[in-house]
């Protein structure tokens, strides 16, 4: 899902070098449903719960479907988010935690606490969360698709690389476009409390909100008529027809 214009450079780039067509039609998934392209059963319950919770209030996290992660680092994880302060909405995918069959790698008293503040569900529509008004930030694996989507919905991000071109992304998101904060591998509760702290309140919350917010618009209007994914979809439509 290459976007023109997060990727213009990288793009001329290729073209120069592969020489053949290359259609930039992200982010155009947003004129498709959402569950077209989803890979598990999606629960549906995490929006009437963000439907509860105030305003760019909610850290929303997951971390795609290839990663996986063991205990210890989830329970990390689960420790900062409860930490924050924050309410969140917690994807823990089925096979996420190695030698676990989903969220029993938690121990018991410390979920008892994470309930207070958070939701846990083995899959969540993104799409429709990353667009909720509850959501202020997404703590994410900056997979491509992933970091796209949090970009059009103009959602600030806290980047967690694993794998591959993951981390390239998240570089991206907090040193080039400056709209989201790098965890820098560090899976440790104060870490994550303190990222998240600072995404929600602070100037530097405030700073990273206005340069999303402004990306976002540039984003959102390429899938306009005239823009430049709107132009590389219909070019795409032609390309294929002309066979």
């Known amino acids: 899902m290459s976007c023109e214009v997060l990727e213009q450079d990288s793009l001329c780039k290729a073209r120069d070098a592969f020489k053949v067509p290359i ?4 982010p155009s998934y947003s004129n498709f449903p959402a569950s077209s392209s989803s890979l598990f059963t999606q629960d549906e319950t995490c929006i009437p719960w963000l439907d509860k919770q105030e305003d760019r209030s909610v850290i929303y996290v997951s971390f795609g479907s290839l990663i996986s992660m063991t205990g210890p680092e989830l329970t990390e994880i689960a420790c900062g988010l409860r930490n ?5 909405l917690l994807v823990v995918r089925v096979g996420l935690v190695k030698g676990t069959e989903w969220i029993d790698a938690i121990p018991e008293e410390l979920m008892a606490k994470v309930n ?10 993104q799409q429709e969360v990353l667009k909720h008004q509850a ?3 997404f703590l994410t694996h900056n997979g491509w698709n992933s970091t796209v989507e949090s970009v059009r919905e103009g959602v600030p991000m806290i980047c967690l690389p694993c794998i591959w071109d993951q981390f390239v992304d998240a570089r991206l998101v907090s040193d080039v476009w400056r709209v989201g904060l790098h965890l820098e591998h560090r899976i440790e509760r104060n870490e994550i409390e303190s990222l998240i702290r600072s995404l929600f309140s602070g100037n530097e919350g405030e700073a990273i909100r ?14 306009k008529e005239n823009g430049s994914a709107y132009r590389s979809l219909e070019s795409l439509i032609d390309h294929i027809s002309s066979f």
Do not use: C, T
């Not at 207070?116 to 529509?125: C, L, N, S």
């Open 23 to 26: 259609f930039a039609i992200g």
């Open 84 to 88: 924050s302060g924050q309410p969140f």
């Open 116 to 125: 207070e503040k958070g939701k846990i569900v083995k899959w969540a529509p």
């Open 135 to 137: 959501i202020g930030g």
């Open 210 to 223: 206005e340069r999303m917010r402004l990306l976002k618009e540039k984003v959102g209007r390429s899938v």
